[in-house]
Each structure stands twice: as structure tokens, then as C-alpha cells.
């Protein structure tokens, strides 16, 4: 039986260990903060208990001796207890008071740090903590002390002399009278200063004063906790190095409405553009069973999705069947990404349309001589192409291989895309499922292509953007452009 007291970092989910993931991963019981990154519980054991003990400064508390009634009550019985903290653990986190609990009561522990947001905050706002020409020091300290401490702590005429640069954790309510005390301990006030809120989140905002305006801009540009204030002339660095809020989405909230086992790749691409992203899925793919369509004959297959390769795919292995099934056949796919599924599994796409629609896949194949074709799909599409070439003369053969299911929102899901900027569609199925769903349709609303936002405006709902070329990229790039114009 041990306990882990893990750093979770500041934030941002890329900035967790690998080995607080593995612990996350195998802990019975985990304990944990407020101040966690999004999703850091989504690898967590199904039967993990899970025991909130978050802290928010002039609100809600779960007091620290309750947390350490838990940590010895499961630490004594559970195999793996996690006590996740958000940032590093023995940084202002009360790791140290919680591992010298732990080791009184006999109770074995390990230290997993993290990367903590005095460091992290700055650097994602453009502020190194230290530079060769500007600060060879930096020092951190909290602004938030033991409420029954008699008298500070700091030796703030110390701090004040200090060369290098300050990181104040926890400061923003004392922010005015912590910059009073350095000015009287000697500091410049018109030394560069900043304050980073919510450092390394999508939400991120970050304020450029000096040591004697910072607390009133803050107030003005009503900047809260969490935030990391950063006194120094390193701050000024900030103009020259800022990356993080200048990236093309940034904060903006984008939903992600895609079935489940898609939207993570959509949601990675636009969290990398900065954007905070509510995945919302309305539907799921089920794959339907049956045996592999009859290729005797077959001069043409066309799938039309990349679900249709995943559950054609599917049948073959099945089957005990593999892509050398195709051999000979000519082999379209209705767009890129239906192409790289295709390719994952040893088959390149002879035929790709300009447009990824069904009515682009007619143009592609107007000028092919077709005896036969097997047209790959969901239960729900289109009869575009498969009515043109039967109108050419063309035996077609449909193979249903699979099939969408609704998906509902909860209500915290609800909630949450009340307030999306965007709303994304990439298919005329989960566009119909959102709303289905009761999906608000709040933002600005983003369509994949025609036959998406034909599904929206059959239901009444505008869309304010088409992607151009009917594709990921497409639609990424749109929503971008639209997000800047």
C-alpha cells in the first residue's frame, strides 16, 4: 500500500508526467485538487474511487484535515492511493506537511513532481523567469500565508533588494499591499511587471503594468485567481515572446460534435490552435455485422466514409479475409480522410473527388466505364451517387456496414455549449442528432459542407460558415478565418 503525491502540473494536459498518467491509471483511490488539468481523471480505472478536496480562495473549502483523515484512512487500507495536486506538489502545495503525516503514521509514500506554474504561466505568457542580460535569480513565494501566522514570513526589505526575479503565487487579492511593501522596501515602481490568470488554460489572459499600477489594472481588467504575478524586468520580454494567446483560437470555445471515437482527433487540431474545446458527440458508430459483400464482378468500390473502411475492414478480418481482397478492383475514396483510412490499412485510393461530396464523387467517375460497383456506406446515406450510375446503367450494390446511434448530451455538456463560440458539424447525422438532443445553438455555426448545413436549415437553424474544401481542413481553416476576420 502507498500513496503518491503527484504534481499534475499547471494546466495544460500535455504538461502532465508520463508517470503521474501511469499512476492515474492504476490507483484504487485518488484524491484530488481543484486545480487539476481538464480530463487529467479520463484515465482513471472504472471502479477508481474518485474524492474531490478542492480549495478556492474566499470560497468553498474542504479543510486540509479532512483530506488528511482520507489520505490516512485509504492509505492504511487501499493498494494504490494517487493525492493528485495541481502544479508541483512541493511547491506551495502542502506535499511536505502531507509526506511527513504519511510518515508518522508508517504509511509508505512516494513524491511525484510537476511542472508548477511559476514557471509555466510565465513561459506561456512569453516571460522567461530568468534571462542572461535581465535576471540570473528568480524566487517565488506565496501571497497567500498561514492565516495564524502573527506576522509575515517574508522579509520583504529583503525581497525587495533581491536581483532577480519575483513569482508571487496566490497574490491577487494582496496584490496592492504586496507591491506597497516592496516599493517601501525599495523597489522601483516603475519596474516591469505582469499578471498571468489561469496560466497554460485555454482561458489564459495575461496583464503588462508595472510594480506600482499592476493591482489596479488588474482590478480594472478584472483579473482573478489562480494567477502567477511576475515582478522583474523580465516581464518586458513579454512583447517581444508571446506565444501562447496569440495563436489563431485562443479563447475562443469551440464544439466539437462529432461521434466520440472521431472528435478527439478534431479536438487535438483545435486546442493546438489555441481554442478551449467542448466535445459534444451526439452520435456513435456501431458497426453492423454481416458477411463481406460479393466482389465477383466488381470493377468499382467506393466508400464513403472512413467508418465504412473501419467496418468494411472489419468484415474482412471477420471473415478471415485482408485487403487482398481488393486486388484488381479501382478504389475511390469520397475524401481525403476516408484516404488515409484506406492507406492505414495497405490500399491507396485510386480515385479522390474534387469536392468530398456525393455529387463531386459523380463528377469523378462521369467519365469511367463501370459494369459493376459497391458503393461502402452507413445506413443513413445519401442516394446521390448510387441513383446517378444507376441512371448510367451501372449495377450498383449498396453495402450498409454500419450505422449512427444517438448519443445524448448531459446536462453539464448542455451547460457548457450554452456559452461556445463556435458550433462545428461534420456530418448531416450529427447535426440532426444535436439538435435532436437539445443541443443550443448559441455561436456561430459551422458546417463541413452542403449537405450538412442542408440538414441544419431543414430544421431551421442558420449556418454562418462552410468549410471549403468539404473537409477537416476545410472546416478548420474556415472557422479560423472567420475567428479573425
Known amino acids: 500500500m502507498t500513496v503518491y503525491l503527484v504534481g499534475a502540473g499547471p494546466g495544460d494536459p500535455g504538461l502532465m508526467t508520463r508517470r503521474s498518467l501511469e499512476l492515474i491509471a492504476a490507483a484504487d483511490v485518488i484524491v484530488y485538487d481543484r486545480l487539476i488539468p481538464d480530463g487529467a481523471l479520463d484515465g482513471a480505472r472504472p471502479d477508481a474511487e474518485l474524492i474531490f478536496v478542492g480549495k478556492e480562495g474566499g470560497g468553498e473549502q474542504v479543510p486540509q484535515a479532512q483530506t488528511d483523515r482520507l489520505l490516512l484512512e485509504h492509505g492504511a487500507r487501499a493498494g494504490i492511493v494517487v493525492r493528485l495536486k495541481g502544479g508541483d506538489p512541493f511547491v506551495f502545495g502542502r506535499g511536505g506537511e502531507e509526506a511527513e503525516l504519511l ?3 508508517g504509511i509508505e509514500f512516494e513524491i511525484v513532481p510537476g511542472v508548477t506554474a511559476g514557471i509555466a504561466a510565465p513561459a506561456y505568457a512569453g516571460i522567461p523567469v530568468t534571462h542572461r542580460d535581465l535576471a540570473s535569480s528568480v524566487a517565488f513565494l506565496t501571497g497567500h500565508e498561514d492565516p495564524a501566522k502573527t506576522e509575515s514570513a517574508h522579509d520583504w526589505d529583503a525581497l525587495a533588494a533581491f536581483p532577480g526575479t519575483l513569482c508571487v503565487y496566490m497574490g491577487v487579492r494582496q496584490l496592492e499591499g504586496i507591491a506597497a511593501r516592496l516599493i517601501r522596501g525599495g523597489r522601483d515602481p516603475d519596474e516591469p511587471a505582469a499578471l498571468v490568470q489561469r496560466g497554460t488554460f485555454p482561458t489564459q489572459r495575461t496583464v503588462r503594468a508595472t510594480l506600482g499600477t499592476l493591482a489596479v489594472v488588474a482590478r480594472e481588467q478584472r483579473i482573478g485567481a489562480p494567477a502567477i504575478a511576475v515582478f522583474g524586468p523580465v516581464a518586458q520580454m513579454r512583447e517581444q515572446i508571446a506565444w501562447f494567446e496569440r495563436r489563431p483560437l485562443h479563447g475562443r470555445t469551440v464544439a466539437v460534435t462529432r461521434a466520440r471515437a472521431q472528435a478527439s482527433g478534431l479536438a487535438v487540431r483545435l486546442a493546438a490552435l489555441g481554442a478551449r ?4 458527440p451526439t452520435i456513435r458508430i456501431v458497426e453492423l ?7 465477383t464482378g466488381v470493377d468499382l468500390i467506393v466508400f464513403s466514409s472512413a467508418n465504412g473502411v473501419g467496418a468494411f475492414f472489419g468484415r474482412l478480418a471477420a471473415a478471415a479475409v485482408d485487403a487482398r481482397a481488393l486486388a484488381g478492383l479501382r478504389v475511390a475514396a469520397m ?11 495497405g490500399v491507396r485510393a485510386d480515385i479522390i473527388p474534387d469536392r468530398f461530396i456525393a455529387e463531386g464523387m459523380v463528377e469523378a467517375l462521369s467519365a469511367l466505364t463501370i459494369a459493376r460497383a459497391l458503393i461502402v456506406g452507413g445506413r443513413e446515406g445519401r442516394d446521390v451517387l448510387a441513383d446517378a450510375l444507376t441512371a448510367r446503367g451501372v449495377a450498383v450494390e449498396v453495402a450498409v456496414v454500419y450505422e449512427n446511434v444517438v448519443d445524448p448530451l448531459t446536462p453539464e455538456t448542455l451547460t457548457a455549449l450554452a456559452g461556445a463560440d463556435y458550433l462545428t458539424f461534420t456530418s448531416a ?3 440532426r442528432n444535436y439538435l435532436d438532443a437539445g443541443g443550443p445553438v448559441a455561436g456561430r455555426r459551422v458546417s463541413i459542407g ?3 448545413s442542408a440538414a441544419l436549415t431543414e430544421r431551421g437553424v442558420s449556418v454562418d460558415v462552410e468549410a471549403t474544401p468539404h473537409d477537416l481542413d476545410g472546416l478548420i481553416g474556415a472557422l479560423v478565418a472567420d475567428a479573425q476576420s
Do not use: N, Q, W
Not at 474545446?277 to 459534444?280: G, K, L, R, W
Not at 475524401?335 to 490499412?345: D, K
Open 277 to 280: 474545446v467542448i466535445e459534444a
Open 103 to 105: 510518515r508518522a503514521a
Open 289 to 295: 455485422p454481416g458477411p463481406v459483400p460479393d466482389l
Open 450 to 452: 452542403p449537405a450538412t
Open 429 to 431: 447525422s450529427s447535426a
Open 335 to 345: 475524401g481525403p480522410g476516408t484516404a488515409r483510412a484506406l492507406a492505414e490499412r
